[in-house]
């Protein structure tokens, strides 16, 4: 059995230093520790570092992560994830969150935990959109600036629309 680690933030600005020194306090070799920086829009076996972890898994390793958001972005995917590593023989912990999938009451804390943080996006989302309206509502526009023919016409004599 051996300890397989697994960090993934959303965006190239954000640092998984945190995540990788729980995994390295937890025992996972840096050596085994993959990575993805991607958006949650992909599904985790769409993420390049995720394809890499399950191709190096083996039956009886454990995949450890710092918390089990960070297998996916949606209660979903999380759960499929696991599932599917679970399927493989490989099981899961999550340090920050304690749970270990492999018992009943992991299980429920698996899917109370990602419960909670789908809604907690969710709440991102609609808080983003509120403000968007309402910034829409105070006369801000958003994207492109609308052309003027006359910026047009002097930057390009005898273009025509």
Same mark, same amino acid.
């Given at each position: 059995m051996r300890p397989i680690g697994y960090t993934r933030v959303s965006t190239s600005s954000q640092d !998984?230093?945190?995540?990788l020194d729980a995994l390295v306090n937890a025992g996972v070799q840096k050596r085994d520790v993959f990575a993805d920086v991607t958006s949650g829009s992909k599904t !985790?076996? #769409?993420r390049p570092g995720m394809k890499k972890l399950l191709g190096y898994a083996e039956p009886g390793d454990t995949v450890v992560v710092w918390r089990i958001d960070r297998l996916g972005r949606s209660l979903i995917d999380v759960l499929n994830t696991v599932n599917l590593l679970r399927e493989r023989g490989v099981q899961v912990r999550s340090i920050s969150d304690g749970i270990d999938p492999a018992t009943s009451t992991g299980r429920l804390m698996l899917n109370m935990l990602a419960t909670l943080a #789908?809604? #907690?996006r969710e709440?991102?989302?609609e808080r983003v959109n509120a403000g968007i309206a309402a910034a829409r509502q105070n006369g801000t526009r958003f994207g492109r600036p609308l052309s003027d023919p006359v910026m047009i016409a002097m930057r390009w004599?005898?273009?025509e629309r």
């Open positions: !998984a230093q945190l995540q !985790a076996i #769409e #789908e809604y #907690e709440l991102i989302v004599p005898g273009f």
